[in-house]
């Protein structure tokens, strides 16, 4: 069965402190890599998507990058509104659904 | 453009009343997917629809649930004889097509007394 792992559960920075999150997937042909930010009591709201082995998206202090088994979200000199649940997401190459991860929960402390 | 409108954001249903949750996709995106979410925990598929057709209900519990996408209209999530173990947020989320990103609405938060 498809799987999207995603490490570490829980992460606590420093402002200014650089760090990486992973997202690790299990699927025969991958049709999509997503990643999403999620604020409590809110939905998720989209950031990227990697199609393919060596690509890099970037938006702010947000980094990703994709290789054949694992997905990283770079995020440097975090600030404080950073703070929020990243999430990541493969397509099912079959039915196209979404399969998600269970996310890392990022605090970044003033 | 108006994003993935999901209403009511809140409903507080009695065990054995039914809950409807209706979604809006944004406009031209005709691919629509109902997930669920517990307290710290991530987003469980239920169901994935195209304009009058299911997809994939791999996640949908069989019994009390249902879900359809009109020609016209909102998709409908109906959940028959609420339990208390069906409280939860339920997102909906809409893509253009398959193969491409999907947005999310913000979510109903059922409450089952």
């Known amino acids: 069965e498809d799987q999207v792992t995603q490490s570490p559960e829980a992460l606590r920075l420093q402002e200014g402190e650089s760090s990486s999150l992973n997202c690790s997937y299990t699927?025969?042909?991958?049709?999509?890599l997503f990643w999403y930010r999620q604020d409590p009591g809110k939905g998720p709201e989209f950031l990227f998507t990697l199609y393919s082995a060596g690509e890099e998206k970037e938006k702010e202090r947000l980094k990703a990058t994709l290789t054949k088994k694992e997905s990283f979200l770079h995020i440097t000199a975090p600030k404080p509104e950073d703070s929020a649940t990243y999430l990541c997401?493969?397509?099912?190459?079959?039915?196209?659904?979404?399969?998600f991860g269970t996310g890392t929960r990022l605090k970044v402390l003033a | 453009n108006a994003g993935v409108m999901q209403n009511p954001r809140h409903l507080v249903r009695r065990r054995g009343q039914e809950a409807r949750l209706r979604c809006s996709p944004m406009?031209?995106?005709?691919?629509v997917y109902w997930y669920r979410q517990l307290p710290e925990e991530g987003l469980k598929f239920m169901v994935y629809l195209q304009k009058e057709n299911i997809i994939d209900e791999s996640g949908m519990p069989k019994e009390r649930f249902s879900a359809e996408f009109p020609k016209e209209g909102p998709s409908i999530l109906r959940i028959q004889q609420v339990v208390r173990g069906d409280s939860a947020a339920y997102f909906c989320?809409?893509?253009?097509?398959?193969?491409?990103?999907?947005?999310f609405g913000q979510g109903t938060r059922l409450t089952v007394v």
């Open positions: 699927v025969s042909g991958l049709r999509g």
């Open positions: 989320a809409s893509s253009e097509g398959s193969g491409t990103e999907a947005f």
């Open positions: 406009k031209g995106h005709s691919h």
């Open positions: 997401a493969v397509q099912d190459p079959g039915t196209y659904k979404y399969i």
